[in-house]
């Protein structure tokens, strides 16, 4: 398994649409199978713009497929309509298993 986290900021005025958005997402992942395991959406406590998804994967391969996928292209393109500047993801295996 393994743990990816991506970074957002949000323009002003869209954190809520962002959170909605993100909920749909995770609903529609969780119904697909492309080894997507599940997600947390944290707000960051002193700028409420700023915003961490916590998200699990089977593993490398299925967040690398799902990156290069038609649906997730389609996110980013919507994205970049309520976002300020470029979202940038970390990528962590799990080691005390």
């Known amino acids: 398994m393994i743990n990816v986290g991506l970074y957002y ?6 954190e809520k649409e962002f959170e909605e958005t993100f ?3 995770v609903s529609i992942l969780k ?6 395991i599940d997600a947390k959406l944290y707000k ?3 700028d409420p713009r700023e915003y961490l998804i ?3 994967w089977k ?3 299925s967040f690398k497929k799902f990156i290069l996928s038609r649906d997730y292209k389609e996110t980013t393109t919507y994205g ?4 300020e500047g470029r ?9 005390n298993t």
Do not use: C, M
């Open 31 to 36: 119904n697909s199978d492309i080894g997507f």
């Open 44 to 46: 960051r406590v002193d």
């Open 59 to 61: 593993d490398l391969e």
């Open 80 to 83: 970049k309509t309520i976002l």
């Open 87 to 95: 979202p940038y993801h970390k990528i962590f295996q799990e080691i």
């Open 9 to 14: 900021r949000v323009k002003g005025g869209h």
């Open 23 to 25: 909920s749909k997402v």
């Open 54 to 56: 916590y998200s699990e």
